[in-house]
C-alpha cells in the first residue's frame, strides 16, 4: 500500500444516506410539513428537497443509475472525528507538545467549536468527488453545554452539519439509555452504529428504545462505490454497569466474534469495510501514538480496510498500519494492511483520509475483491486565524444561527466568565500551572487539591478520600480561574459518596489501582488524601517478603495478590517462563488479566506482579527524619501525634469519601461496588473544591500589602488584563493558589522493582 492521492471519475455531490433520519419516513414527512424544528435537513440535502421531493417522500425512491467502475482506481474522501465532548463552541485551553507537533499553535486560540468544524468539512467535501463524514463516539459530555442541555444542541448540530454516522460512545450514555433514546429519536438525522451490544427486550414490547435507532453496520452508496461501515462501541469504561444486572439496557457481545461475523456478512456486499471505534482504555490524552496500547491493532482485521478509532485521545500521524493477508494469493505480492486511523479529541482537528480504491470485480472473492491501494492523511487543526490568513475558519452560519439560543440560555443560568480564583504559582517551580497529572506518575497537585476538597467537605469528615484520576479532565492553568473553567476540568455531575471499608476492602482496591496503573505506564490511576502508599507496578519475585507485610519502604516486596480475573485456571509448565505463559495467553483474546501474572509453581495459581504495599493512613508520611522535610521520593515514616501516620490495620473499619461513578463499579472499582454502606451526599466534586479554594486563607493581596514586599510572586498583575491591574484590584479578594496548595507529596509513589 503505497501513500499517494488520485482522482477517477467524474464530480459527484452527496451520498445517498445523508439526512434520512431514525424515525418513521410519514413521521419526518410531518415535520418537514409542519416546519417542526425537529427536522434539519443538511445543506447537501437540501437542493434535492422541493415540492415535488415532499410528495414522493413517503412512497418512491429515485434510483441513478450508478457507474461501471471495475477496473478503475478511484478516490473516496474520509472525513473523521472523535471525542467532541460537548465542544460545540470554542474554547480556551494551552495546547501541549503533542498538540503543537499537529500544528494546534499557542496564541491560536480559541480553539474548537462545530460552526468551524462544519466549514472545515465543507471546504472538504468541495475538493473531493466522493466524501463521509464518520464519528467515533462521545460527542456528548465535557463542557457546560451538556450539563445544561443533556444532549440536544450536540445531536441538532451535526445533523444539520452533515454528518453521516457514529458509533456510540460510553459517555453517551453517562444520563442513561432513556435520556439518549429520547435525543437520538427526536434530533437525530444519522445512522448510529454498535454491533458489540446486545439489547435488552424492553419490558413494553409496544414501546420504542434504543434497539430501534441504533442498528450494527450501515451501508453507503457513493456513486458506485459501496462501503459498509460497522460500528464497535467501548466496553472496558462501562464495565462497572456489565457486573451483574445493569440499567442500560445492552449487554456486550465477544469483540472479536461479533466483527467476524459482521464482516463475513458484508465483504462479499461492499467495495469497503471501515469499522468506525470507540473500543480502549480510559483516554490517553497527553500521549503519543506510540505510548499507547491501542485495543484496535488486536482486532480481526482480515476483511477490514479501515479502523477509524476513539476513546484514546490521540491522534495517530502517520496512520498506522495494521498486516492483513486476507487469505489472498494478491497479498503475497502486495502490502495488504488495514489503516488505522485516530483524529484526536476536544473538537481540535477534523481528520482528512483520502483513500485511492482499485475497484474490483467480485468482492466475494479476495483475489478480485476491490481494495484500498494508497492513501494520504491531513489532520487539520480547529483554531482561530486572521481573517486575511488562508487558514482562515468562519463560523457555518446554519450551524451559529442554531447554536446562539443555546449560548444565550446557558450564560443566563451559569456565569460561565465569574473569578473565583487565580491560578499564581511560581513558573520557575510548578511551570505555571497546576497540574492533574505529575511527572513521577504518582500523585498530582490537582489531584491531591480534589482528593482533600472531597475529605474536608461539611458533612463527610472522612478518613480519606478516593477519586479517578480521568475523572479530572484538564489542568488549572496559570491566570484567572472561571466557572467554565472549573466545568471543563470536572464535566461529569460526580458527587461525594461516604462509604464505610473494611481494611481488606482499602487493601484490595489499592491492588487493583495498582494492577490497573501497571497497563498505563505506571501512572496512577487515582489521587487520593488522607492516606498514603507504595504503587507495586512491577514486584521482586525473588524477594524474601510480601507486600502485604510493612516496612517502611527498605525492601523490595513480591505481589501475592491472586489475580481474579485469573481464579480457577491451573498453570503448569516444565519450566517458570511455560508457567508464566499459562496465566499470559499469547493470543489477546484470550487474556482477561489486568496484569502479567506470574505463577506459583508450588499452588499451581497464578498471582499479579502488581500490588499495593506500605499502606499507611495519615498525610505528609514521606518525612526525613533528620529534617523534617517531605521527600515525595523517600520512604514511610511511622509518625505518631496529632498528624499520625500508622499502618492500615486489615481488620480495621475506616470512614471514606469516594466519588460515585468508582462507587458504582465504574472503571473496574467492583470491591468498592459491592460494598453496601455506601451514602450519597449529592455533593458534587465541582462545589466541594470550589468551597475549598474559596476557604483558603492565602488571598491575592492589593498593591501596598506588607505581603507583597516580603513575597513579590504574592502579589501579582493580572497577564491577561491589558490594563495591567493587579489581582486584588480586578477581582477583589479570592484564593491566591501556587504550588504549595496540596503539593505532589508521594502520597502515592510508583514503585518498579
Known amino acids: 500500500m503505497r501513500s499517494g492521492v488520485d482522482d477517477a471519475g467524474p464530480r459527484v455531490q452527496t451520498i445517498f444516506a445523508r439526512g434520512i433520519p431514525v424515525r418513521s419516513r410519514a ?24 415540492v415535488a421531493a415532499v410528495a414522493c417522500l413517503a412512497s418512491c425512491t429515485v434510483d441513478r443509475p450508478q457507474p461501471n467502475l471495475v477496473g478503475q482506481d478511484v478516490r473516496l474522501t474520509v472525513i473523521h472525528t472523535s471525542d467532541i465532548h460537548s465542544r460545540l463552541f470554542p474554547y480556551h485551553f494551552v495546547p501541549n507538545k503533542f498538540d503543537q507537533d499537529y500544528g494546534l499553535l499557542p496564541g491560536n486560540g480559541p480553539y474548537g467549536g462545530i460552526a468551524r468544524i462544519a466549514t472545515l468539512v465543507k471546504r472538504i467535501r468541495d475538493t473531493t468527488n466522493r466524501s463521509i463524514w464518520l464519528d467515533s463516539g462521545d460527542a456528548w459530555e465535557g463542557a457546560p453545554v451538556f450539563n445544561e442541555f443533556k444532549g440536544e444542541p450536540e445531536i441538532r448540530a451535526l445533523s444539520l452539519a452533515g454528518m453521516d454516522g457514529e458509533v456510540l460512545g460510553n459517555h453517551e450514555f453517562d444520563l442513561g439509555s432513556n435520556q439518549l433514546f429520547t435525543m437520538l ?3 437525530s438525522q444519522f445512522p448510529h452504529l454498535v454491533a458489540n451490544y446486545l439489547w435488552d427486550d424492553s419490558v413494553n414490547p409496544q414501546a420504542r428504545s434504543l434497539k430501534d435507532v441504533v442498528k450494527p453496520y450501515e451501508i453507503y452508496d457513493i456513486k458506485g462505490i459501496r462501503i459498509g461501515v460497522i ?7 462501562l464495565l462497572g454497569t456489565f457486573y451483574g444486572g445493569n440499567s442500560l439496557g445492552f449487554r456486550p457481545i465477544n469483540n472479536l466474534q461479533v466483527l467476524t461475523q459482521w464482516v463475513g456478512f ?18 490517553d490524552e497527553g500521549l503519543s501514538s ?28 502517520p496512520p498506522k498500519l495494521l498486516p492483513n493477508h486476507d487469505q489472498a494469493v494478491y497479498c503475497k505480492t502486495h502490502d495488504c494492511s488495514t489503516v488505522l486511523v485516530h483524529s484526536g479529541a476536544f473538537a481540535k482537528y477534523v481528520g482528512r483520509l483520502d483513500l485511492v480504491i482499485h475497484k474490483g470485480s467480485n468482492n466475494a472473492d479476495p483475489e478480485n475483491r476491490s481494495r484500498i491501494v494508497s492513501f494520504a492523511y491531513v489532520n487539520q487543526p480547529v483554531a482561530t486565524y486572521p481573517a486575511n490568513d488562508p487558514k482562515f475558519i468562519a463560523d457555518d452560519p446554519d450551524i451559529a444561527n442554531l447554536l446562539w439560543p443555546y449560548s444565550v440560555k446557558l450564560n443566563q443560568d451559569i456565569n460561565l466568565n465569574g473569578v473565583f480564583a487565580y491560578v499564581a504559582s511560581n513558573a520557575a517551580v510548578a511551570k505555571g500551572k497546576i497540574a492533574r497529572v505529575d511527572a513521577s506518575g504518582g500523585d498530582s497537585q490537582l489531584g491531591n487539591l480534589v482528593a482533600r476538597a472531597m475529605q474536608v467537605q461539611q458533612g463527610v469528615d472522612a478518613q480519606f478520600a478516593f477519586t479517578n484520576s480521568l475523572g479530572i479532565r484538564a489542568d488549572f492553568e496559570p491566570g484567572s480561574l472561571t466557572n467554565e473553567q472549573m466545568f471543563n476540568v470536572f464535566p461529569f455531575e460526580n458527587t461525594i459518596v461516604v462509604i464505610f471499608l473494611a481494611g481488606q476492602e482499602v487493601r484490595r482496591t489499592l491492588d487493583f489501582v495498582a494492577a490497573k496503573s501497571a497497563t498505563r505506564g505506571c501512572q496512577s490511576q487515582l489521587q487520593a488524601a488522607g492516606i498514603t502508599f507504595d504503587m507495586v507496578c512491577r514486584d521482586n519475585p525473588a524477594a524474601a517478603n510480601t507486600c502485604d507485610e510493612p516496612d517502611l519502604g527498605t525492601k523490595p516486596c513480591r505481589c501475592n495478590v491472586l489475580d481474579p480475573n485469573n481464579a480457577g485456571i491451573r498453570c503448569d509448565g516444565a519450566t517458570q517462563a511455560e508457567a508464566d505463559a499459562t496465566c499470559n495467553p499469547s493470543d489477546p483474546a484470550l487474556s482477561v488479566s489486568a496484569v502479567a501474572d506470574r505463577c506459583d509453581l508450588a499452588t499451581h495459581a497464578c498471582y499479579q506482579t502488581a500490588c499495593a504495599a506500605n499502606i499507611y493512613i495519615g498525610d505528609s508520611c514521606r518525612k526525613d527524619p533528620t529534617t523534617g522535610m517531605v521527600n515525595s521520593d523517600g520512604p514511610i515514616a511511622n509518625i505518631s501525634g496529632p498528624n499520625a501516620c500508622v499502618p492500615l490495620q486489615t481488620n480495621g473499619l475506616y470512614r471514606a469519601a469516594v466519588n460515585n461513578y468508582i462507587a458504582q463499579g465504574g472503571s473496574g472499582f467492583i470491591v468498592l461496588k459491592n460494598n453496601t454502606s455506601q451514602q450519597d451526599t449529592g455533593v458534587s466534586l465541582r462545589n466541594a473544591l470550589t468551597v475549598f479554594l474559596n476557604n483558603q486563607s492565602a488571598t491575592c493581596p492589593a498593591r501596598g500589602q506588607s505581603i507583597c514586599n516580603d513575597d513579590p510572586t504574592k502579589c501579582i498583575k493580572d497577564a491577561a488584563d491589558p490594563q495591567g491591574r493587579y489581582v486584588y484590584d480586578e477581582f477583589g479578594k479570592i484564593g491566591c493558589l501556587d504550588e504549595t496548595l496540596e503539593a505532589h507529596d508521594g502520597r502515592i509513589r510508583p514503585v518498579s522493582q
Open 290 to 317: 506510540s505510548e499507547v496500547s491501542d485495543p484496535n491493532s488486536s482486532l480481526a482485521v482480515e476483511g477490514v480496510d479501515l479502523i477509524l478509532g476513539g476513546h484514546l485521545h490521540i491522534v495517530t500521524n
Open 27 to 50: 413521521h419526518q414527512l410531518l415535520l418537514l410539513k409542519t416546519g417542526h424544528p425537529g427536522y434539519y435537513p443538511p445543506p447537501m440535502r437540501q437542493a434535492v428537497l422541493g
Open 185 to 187: 429519536d427526536n434530533w
Open 231 to 237: 460500528g464497535m462501541a467501548n466496553q472496558d469504561t
Open 266 to 283: 458484508l465483504r462479499p456486499q461492499v467495495d469497503v469495510i471501515i469499522v468506525v471505534s470507540h473500543l480502549g482504555l480510559d483516554n
